[in-house]
């Protein structure tokens, strides 16, 4: 059974950081490409952020600069730390997993979210 659980969402005030880690477990870690999603109150789901199982990143413009995503592969988890934070970067955020084989195709994994807020 795969799981992935989230955790170090909360309020925090404008300017201020928060850690977010994701726990994987029932997968093979280092070979899924991990990511953070968000989903803000009547808006659809975006990326903010991806690292490959080789460490490279990708980012969302809105969060360039400000989030830095990374992994531990020992520990089957996934990072984020968010900067600078603003109130548009309130939302709830998800972690994924996700795998491309040629025979197999695309097995996608999702987590349950962790609510961020950023308010003063």
């Known amino acids: 059974q795969v799981q992935l659980v989230e955790s170090g969402g909360g309020l925090v005030q404008p300017g201020g950081s928060l850690r977010l880690s994701c726990t994987a477990s029932?997968?093979?870690?280092?070979?899924?490409?991990m990511g953070w999603y968000r989903q803000a109150p009547g808006k659809q789901r975006e990326l903010v952020a991806t690292i490959t199982g080789g460490t490279s990143t990708n980012y969302a413009d809105s969060v360039k600069g400000r989030f830095a995503i990374s992994r531990d592969n020992t520990k089957n988890t996934l990072y984020m730390q968010m900067n600078s934070l603003k109130s548009e970067d309130t939302a709830v955020y998800y972690c994924?997993?996700?795998?491309?084989?040629?025979?197999?195709?695309?097995?996608?994994?999702w987590g349950q979210g962790t609510q961020v807020t950023v308010s003063s």
């Open positions: 029932g997968i093979p870690f280092s070979a899924y490409t």
């Open positions: 994924n997993a996700r795998r491309v084989r040629v025979i197999t195709g695309t097995s996608q994994y």
